[in-house]
């Protein structure tokens, strides 16, 4: 039986973006995974019956620790000879790829899910493009989440043949999973636990807040609603980082003060939160392809989020969602309030965006697609 290294930078990856992945791909193959130590990695290799080994890896760029973990991983690879090296998130791409070339591992597939530099500017721009094309030169072979990042990736950073599994996504969804399956009474006791009154208009992000989400732009539209549209909560589901990409200190406030904004932090499973949810919203600024935005779709939540990439192949305007222009409060405010006033328009939206999702995103063609791309590598 063939074996596959799958590694990304932190757990969370594999406890949500990845997950049952390596499950799938041990039915044939043997998959071992490595992360990062974090006290949920026990839980991980037990959900995914596969074994996880802890290297510490930052998603900064720290010199010492790299090179540290870059020989970790490099000494692990060369002692578990595995015929591929599966990684995900810039940080574990650079690493892994570089420590399987030194270990000759035959294949070596980096999967680009997000791009950092797509808003960076100057140096670090500079830096983050090299850091990128260090990591392609040492992979055979190269898979991305969508079809707009792979024709940026072509055109700003390397001309090899990059390939987009099934219709796009890290993982698809499980569409079993996330099926809206609560009653009537569990959404309300739900609802009544984060002080949301049955009518309010229930809007919905999750990930992590952080300026390039697009939160200030959202906070700053929904407090302006918000005195026009009582009802309206806005529900903030995900860790809020203070060093990284913070956003504006007066908006964080303004989440802190109001009382129509709930702050939940990061959660394992967020199905509770979206079957209370009346509109799901991603104004970000980049994505690869979000898998928050299936995952709604899924749960049949209409969309709204910022016309990316990504983001804009997932949601066919008007059809299961909204697009709105990034970095542009306005058109935010303008796309939440048409769905709020449009109520046809809403129902429409509301009725076929499952359908939508499970035609193109369902999880296990996904996995069949990427299990025959990896038969075909092989």
């Not at 991305?144 to 099934?166: A, D, H, P, Q, W």
């Not at 390039?212 to 906070?219: A, C, F, P, S, T």
């Not at 709930?262 to 009346?278: C, E, H, P, T």
């Not at 048409?338 to 939508?356: F, G, S």
Request: hydrophobic share 40%.
């Amino acid at each position: 039986m063939k074996k596959i290294i799958m590694i990304t930078t932190v757990p969370m990856s594999l406890a949500t973006l990845v997950k049952g992945q390596a499950k799938y791909l041990s039915n044939y193959y043997e998959v071992k995974l490595v992360t990062s130590y974090a006290a949920e990695n026990k839980e991980i290799a037990a959900f995914e019956g596969v074994e996880l080994k802890a290297i510490d890896m930052t998603r900064q760029i720290t010199i010492l620790k790299d090179l540290i973990a870059l020989m970790k991983i490099f000494f692990y690879i060369l002692h578990e000879k595995p015929d591929v090296v599966y990684t995900f998130t810039p940080k574990a791409g650079l690493l892994g790829m570089i420590a399987s070339f030194m270990a000759r591992v035959p294949v070596r597939i980096h999967n680009i899910v997000g791009m950092p530099l797509m808003e960076a500017v100057g140096k670090k721009k500079t830096l983050l493009m090299f850091i990128e094309k260090l990591t392609y030169f040492f992979a055979t072979d190269l898979f991305c989440n969508s079809f707009g990042l792979k024709e940026y990736i072509n055109i700003n950073l390397t001309k090899r043949e990059v390939k987009v599994i099934g219709q796009g996504s890290i993982n698809g969804v499980d569409t079993e999973f996330f099926r809206n399956k609560t009653t009537k009474d569990e959404q309300i006791n739900i609802r009544n636990a984060h002080g949301i009154d049955e009518n309010d208009f229930v809007i919905t992000f999750v990930g992590r807040i952080v300026k390039d989400k697009g939160i200030n732009e959202l906070v700053e539209s929904f407090i302006e609603l918000n005195q026009k549209y009582t009802n309206l909560k806005l529900l903030l589901v995900g860790d809020y980082e203070e060093h990284l990409n913070p956003i504006k200190k007066e908006n964080k406030s303004l989440m802190d003060s109001s009382k129509n904004i709930i702050m939940v932090g990061f959660q394992k499973d967020i199905r509770d939160f979206l079957a209370i949810s009346d509109l799901f919203v991603l104004p970000s600024y980049r994505e690869g392809l979000p898998n928050s935005l299936i995952e709604a779709g899924s749960f049949g939540i209409p969309l709204l989020a910022t016309n990316i990439n990504g983001c804009n192949e997932i949601i066919v305007h008007k059809k299961n969602g909204i697009l709105v222009e990034k970095k542009d409060k306005k058109s935010l405010q303008e796309g939440i309030e048409l769905l709020l006033t449009d109520k046809q328009l809403y129902q429409k939206i509301k009725l076929e965006v499952r359908d939508d999702i499970i035609h193109r995103y369902d999880q296990n063609y996904f996995w069949k697609e990427l299990k025959n791309e990896l038969e075909t590598i092989i």
